[in-house]
T-cell receptor, first 114, second 111 residues
Framework: ETGVTQTPRHLVMGMTNKKSLKCEQH?????MYWYKQSAKKPLELMFV???????ENNSVPSRFSPECPNSSHLFLHLHTLQPEDSALYLC?????????????FGPGTRLTVL | TQLLEQSPQFLSIQEGENLTVYCNSS?????LQWYRQEPGEGPVLLVT?????EVKKLKRLTFQFGDARKDSSLHITAAQPGDTGLYLC???????????FGTGTRLKVLA
């Protein structure tokens, strides 16, 4: 496997369900990110982890709970979501200490909340 | 608040035409990336530019970073239907976790 992978690619869940999104990066990067992309809106940064510590939390509701067990894996735990949380959830990674650090994205998880 | 404005927002052109997409900000960035995204997929990196005034070419795509590192442009020569997609620019400041994404340009190239 190369680059950034995400599973599942598609997820449909009810408002009372609990599910998790998984992201894995194979690039040896030291930072990982969760973004939300809704139709007709710019990418919204949700969380940033650097060296497995959360360094950014952009006022995200507590029904989204991130977890970074090591530098290669990132999870987003979901519970009691709302229909407006339906979106494409993107994971990215980067090497922050480079002069031209660049984010590389996974293919995303298309989430639909019923 | 750092913002990146892209223009145009939408562009529909015929195959073979040329086009330019702009990415503008009042902020200075240490580097700027261009991505292309297809529906239901993640953004795919096209290029990173670092030096003010830098020009990079990727086949029919030409990227330029402004001298002051506040703006960038993407020029496509002889567009093809395969160029269809959402083009995103993103600026960053080195050593931070801040990536500012542009509003996006949705391009459709008609055969």
């Amino acid at each position: 496997e190369t680059g950034v992978t995400q599973t599942p690619r598609h997820l449909v869940m009810g408002m009372t369900n609990k599910k998790s999104l998984k992201c894995e990066q194979h690039l040896g990067h030291n930072a990982m990110y969760w973004y939300k992309q809704s139709a007709k809106k710019p990418l919204e940064l949700m969380f940033v982890y650097s060296l497995e510590e959360r360094v950014e939390n952009n006022s995200v509701p507590s029904r989204f709970s991130p977890e970074c067990p090591n530098s290669s894996h990132l999870f987003l735990h979901l519970h009691t979501l709302q229909p407006e949380d339906s979106a494409l959830y993107l994971c990215a990674s980067s090497q922050v200490d480079l002069a031209a650090d660049t984010q590389y994205f996974g293919p995303g998880t298309r989430l639909t909340v019923l | 608040t750092q913002l990146l404005e892209q223009s145009p927002q939408f562009l529909s052109i015929q195959e073979g035409e040329n086009l330019t997409v702009y990415c503008n900000s009042s902020s200075v960035f240490s580097s700027l990336q261009w991505y292309r995204q297809e529906p239901g997929e993640g953004p795919v990196l096209l290029v990173t530019v670092v030096t003010g005034g830098e020009v990079k070419k990727l086949k029919r795509l030409t990227f330029q970073f402004g001298d002051a590192r506040k703006d960038s442009s993407l020029h496509i020569t002889a567009a093809q239907p395969g160029d269809t997609g959402l083009y995103l620019c993103a600026g960053t400041t080195s050593g931070t976790y801040k990536y500012i994404f542009g509003t996006g340009t949705r391009l459709k190239v008609l055969a």
